[in-house]
């Protein structure tokens, strides 16, 4: 039925019950025998009535609500309509008779016109209902959380055309005061730990989590019950559109992986971070990688006099740079297209730019390739590396940042051993430089370019097989900002020489995150989608580590950020073994390998 079409029949039902409702007050005033100057009198305030709180009702937008999605205010709405339009009609009707209507009639009309006009709309939300409980519902969904959000969601959906053929069971809320209670007319089921039972139970098919305000803990907690059911699970992403009254079913997203990591958001020190960033020229190499575009959005926002984007991709540079132009228009940016193994154009950019701050960022970081390629490896995490912290310090940088991996202790990769020797050259020349010169290590980030969580989606919507390499694998994971804000805020508490090891939680088994996605996919792993394991690749480790055994751990202001001691290394003899070093560049595999050997102590070369 058209909105247009109901509305007249609702205006059409209101006008008789005004009718009736008057009618039936003088009866029962006159013991239904009235007399001839009352029912003259009647009939024009029937008259008057009809016209006054038809316009009251349309005020207060009578006619243009959903009444099956009926609410307390809207009964509320209806209240005031009906007093203030017959308060008008009365006193018009008494100035226009000479006489008043008895005040008996008046207030016996407004309680009828209340219990039949409510009434009629009551009735028109169960009809509704009804139909739609006959309806054919395809789709059992669950909101877990029966708080206002829950209560808000719970409307949406039953509203939303998003969700048609959809049914909402009930609530799933820990609160013991709210069990066997309702919520807009649905029940609370139970709590966290009747999840499985439930959705087994109704056959549920969609879960949705609306606890936007609760502690990461206990979200991740429920997430982790809600993947063993078969549902599909989607989360309400943040406080912020709660409260803003942003919310709406198209904010409903569906539960990432990165959900379960179960950490609390990281709270930096902005005025720290200010000190040493806002104001002054800031350059990221990489800028067009995953951690390096993500560095540079959150740089931009604490209004660097200019940020540099520095990257060998020019597609990737343009598309971080018209990011940021449209997201931070005052900010002056200078993209620069270079390849960090350039000596003389990384000369020139500093020559030109004199940055004041550097992220180092760029760097090959893909460990079986590197294995293949391991000349291009040293190539660019090391020699790179070097050309950026000399140019650093032969143009006075006050600060350098260099982003470094979990893969450099103990490594068993060219990855690794790179960045290594790029640690240990930082570390060396911090100590004749008037430059601070910094590493920040950390684990594997989810959602990075080459990383193992966007080729298992892919793998998953390919209908798998999934690939795991080994079923005992475990790797530190933290998210793309998450890093991101620690290695800003890591910058800050820079005295020079330092390695900082960000704080990466508890480590996560490969095979756990495999079918945590695929349950999250809605999918049961290894019915819907297979598991295969293929077998440990070249220069990787079962378990990662975050410090060698010479390096000790001293906290910092930051509850996430330890900074490793730092380790003697003579600057001269590190620059003669370099020197060697590159003299083996293009040889065969073994050859470079060897060489990364006789400067790294602690790699061990497996292959």
């Known amino acids: ?6 509305m007249y029949i609702i205006l059409v039902v209101d006008v008789v019950i005004i009718w009736a409702a008057i009618a039936i007050s003088y009866m029962f005033r006159f013991n239904g025998s009235i007399p001839p100057y009352y029912e003259q009198q009647m009939y024009g305030f029937a008259l008057i009535t009809t016209a006054i709180c038809g316009l009251s009702l349309a005020f207060f937008r009578m006619y243009r609500r959903m009444w099956q999605y009926a609410s307390i205010g809207e009964i509320i709405e209806l209240i005031k309509a009906v007093i203030i339009g017959m308060t008008a009609s009365f006193l018009v009707t008494s100035i226009a008779f000479g006489k008043e209507v008895p005040l008996s009639i008046a207030t016996r009309t407004v309680e009828l016109m209340l219990l039949f006009m409510g009434g009629s709309r009551f009735l028109w939300r169960l009809i509704r209902v009804n139909r739609t409980a006959k309806m054919e519902l395809t789709h059992h969904i669950l909101v877990v959380g029966a708080g206002d959000c829950g209560a808000l969601i719970a409307k949406e959906i039953m509203s939303s055309k998003m969700f048609a053929g959809s049914r909402l069971i009930g609530f799933i809320d820990d609160d013991p005061h709210k069990q066997s209670m309702r919520v807009v007319g649905y029940p ?3 709590n966290r730990y009747d999840i499985i039972e439930i959705v087994h139970k109704y056959q549920v098919h969609d879960i949705v989590i609306a606890m936007p305000s609760s502690k990461r803990s206990d979200i991740t907690d429920i997430i982790n019950i809600c993947t ?81 984007l520095l990257g060998h991709g020019e597609n990737s540079i343009y598309t971080i740079e018209m990011e940021l132009r449209a997201k931070f228009p005052d900010v002056k940016l200078e993209t620069v297209i270079a390849d960090i193994q350039d000596r003389p154009r990384m000369e020139s950019v500093f020559r030109s730019f004199k940055p004041q701050v550097i992220f180092h960022a760029a760097a090959h970081k893909h460990v079986p390739l590197m294995e293949r390629n391991p000349s291009e ?50 570390q060396s020349l911090n100590t004749s430089s008037r430059t601070q010169f910094v590493a920040v290590r950390f684990g594997n980030v989810l ?16 209908g798998g097989p999934v690939t795991v390499t080994h079923p005992d694998m475990v790797r530190y994971f933290m998210t793309i900002p998450e890093a991101v804000q620690l290695v800003i805020q890591a910058g800050a508490f820079a005295k020079g020489g330092e390695i900082f090891i960000l704080d990466m939680g508890k480590p996560v088994r490969i095979l756990d995150l ?10 049961e792993p290894d019915v819907d989608i297979k598991i295969e394991f293929t077998g440990m690749r070249e220069g990787e480790k079962l378990f990662e580590e975050l410090l060698t055994e010479a390096e000790a751990t001293t906290a910092t202001q930051h509850e996430r ?18 020197r060697r070093f590159e003299k083996v560049l293009g040889e065969d595999r073994n050859t470079v390998k060897a060489a990364i050997e006789a400067i790294v102590p602690f790699y061990s070369n497996v292959s």
């Open 514 to 523: 495999a079918k945590d996605l695929i349950r999250l996919s809605g999918l």
């Open 1 to 6: 039925m058209s909105n247009r079409r109901r």
């Open 561 to 578: 950020i330890y900074v490793g001691q730092p380790l003697e290394i003579s600057q001269s003899e590190l620059e003669l073994q370099m």
């Open 377 to 426: 490896a040293v190539k660019n995490n090391v020699f790179g590396t070097k050309n950026v912290a000399d140019c650093a310090d032969k143009y006075g940088a006050e600060r350098f940042v260099m982003i470094s991996s979990d893969k450099a202790v103990n490594p068993t990769s060219v990855m690794g051993a790179t960045k290594r020797i790029a640690e240990m050259y930082i």
């Open 447 to 462: 959602g990075s370019r080459g990383s193992v969580i966007p080729r298992f989606k892919e793998q998953i919507a390919a």
């Open 188 to 190: 609370v089921l139970g």
């Open 228 to 308: 063993m059911t078969k549902a599909k699970v989607k989360i309400i992403p943040a406080i912020n559109d709660f409260i803003t009254g942003r919310l709406a079913v198209k904010t409903l997203r569906n539960v990432d992986v990165e959900d379960l990591l179960g950490r609390e958001p990281v709270q930096i020190d902005l005025q720290g971070v200010m000190d040493y960033v806002t104001d002054k020229v800031v350059l990221v190499t990489g800028a067009g990688g995953s951690i390096g575009s993500e560095l540079s959005r959150q740089i931009a926002a604490f209004k660097p006099r200019k940020l540099l």
